[in-house]
């Protein structure tokens, strides 16, 4: 018989938010389970597969024997093709020791947190932002500092908002281009005048969260660490998820001062030690091949992009910008607040999405989860079929609201 309680767990576990994305995403197969015909556009999944010959190096790893431990930060051959694939790409230019493989980019994200940030340290974070940013500040002992922006600037903040939010006991500031939750890009020119503000204050560690980089609809990525005054305070984020479609495989990486990389490593090596060998292997491979498959992938994501924001846009009372990476939408609904179908009313954007899940049968995140209560994200990693269904059934739900 179970005895343990919820007062024997720590505060620490208490305080943490479930992740809402995962949240939903178990929401919708409890209702499938039932019998229910839900289409779920709540996680931030490719449904491709993983190209064949990424898979292919995976097995060959396996049968040349990659079943060992690796070097923490991870195996050399995968760090020189990250450092190559960065100068290529990024004008990043870092050697073999400034790079750390982890488990995704989630532990990256976490990593940085617990090395770089003491109790009562300030962390800038652009919303809307990934939801496990949040949290994972908390647990490094920091205090989150959101910088709300809306549709009406392609859900992008200024740099004069960055500029007001800095204090004395700023240590970080942390956001995604292209970004999860809106699917923006911020521009060469907005993110030179935010480097521009952080430039002077170099105890303030800048991450940037790329991992949306090869879905990019604006034809060139820019990264933050390639403007000169900033490349030493930067953090670069990538892996494998979503331009590789590797969701799976848990590999992400990191490209920073040497410092910081030792400091994420030395962490690591107490958490996880490093991630799959054959794993890293089949990266190193993936980095080093052409890149065709993963421009397919975007081609079909721009093509979804086009057709769900058509589609969203016939919908009265959606408001819906045109997002120029990753594959998401974000409308916003705020239209809706204070209606009812006549048994359940929209108070808010919670509400708006239990009630799409619950009569609609369609699973979308609410944006309160991502620092913004007007708006929801779907997902259009999905068929144009399943996609084209949901946003009918969106329509249907909506339309007994009054």
């Known amino acids: 018989m179970e005895t343990t309680t919820a007062n024997q767990l720590s505060q620490r576990i208490l305080n943490m938010q479930e992740s809402a994305t995962i949240k939903m995403s178990q929401m919708a197969r409890d ?6 015909d839900v289409i779920s556009l709540s996680l931030g999944e490719p449904d491709f597969d993983t190209p064949d010959h990424i898979k292919e190096a995976a097995k060959q790893a396996l049968s040349d024997g990659f079943t060992k431990y690796t070097p923490v930060p991870g195996l050399v051959e995968l760090r020189e093709a990250i450092c190559a694939k960065f100068k290529r790409d990024n004008d990043l230019h870092f050697d073999v020791n400034q790079i750390v493989v982890s488990n995704g980019a989630k532990q990256s994200v976490a990593n940085l947190a617990l090395v770089l940030l003491n109790p009562g340290d300030e962390v800038i974070v652009l919303a809307p ?9 908390k647990l490094g002992g920091g205090i989150p500092v959101v910088l709300k922006s809306g549709i009406e600037t392609d859900f ?3 740099p004069e908002q960055v500029a ?40 303030i560690t800048i991450v940037s969260d790329e991992i949306y980089e090869y879905i990019n609809f604006t ?12 490349r030493d305070q930067t953090v670069t984020i990538n892996g494998f998820s979503k331009g590789f479609a590797m969701t799976g495989w848990r590999l992400g990486y990191i490209g920073g001062p040497t410092w910081i990389a030792k400091a ?29 498959p993963t421009h397919a992938m975007r081609a079909a994501f721009l093509k979804r992009r086009d057709m769900v924001i058509e589609l969203l ?16 939408v974000f409308p916003d609904i705020s239209h809706y607040f204070g209606t009812s179908d006549g048994t359940t009313k929209i108070n808010n954007a919670n509400d708006f999405c239990e009630y799409l899940l619950q009569t609609a049968y369609v699973a979308v995140v609410s944006g309160s989860a991502f620092g913004a209560d007007d708006c929801f994200r779907l997902s259009y990693a999905a068929s144009e079929e399943q996609l084209r269904e949901a946003i009918r059934r969106i329509g249907v739900a909506v339309g007994k609201l009054s």
């Not at 923006?184 to 204050?201: F, G, N, Q, R, W």
């Not at 846009?313 to 998401?328: H, L």
């Open 264 to 292: 994420c490593a030395k962490m690591q090596g107490q958490f996880t030690s490093g991630a799959t060998a054959f794993g890293q292997k089949a990266g190193a491979h993936a980095l080093n091949s052409d890149l065709a």
């Open 31 to 36: 209702l499938k389970a039932k019998g229910n």
């Open 219 to 230: 034809g060139k990525h820019v990264s933050i660490g390639s403007f000169d005054n900033v």
């Open 156 to 158: 992008k903040v200024s």
């Open 164 to 203: 007001a939010a800095v204090t004395d006991k700023t240590r970080m500031i942390i956001f995604s281009s292209p970004c999860n939750p809106t699917g923006s890009v911020y521009t060469h020119d907005e993110l030179k005048a935010i480097a521009d503000v952080l430039a002077p204050h170099k105890n």
């Open 129 to 137: 932002f990934w939801v496990s940013y949040f949290e994972i500040i």
């Open 313 to 328: 846009r016939e919908i009265p009372g959606f408001k819906v910008n045109n997002p120029q990476g990753a594959f998401y």
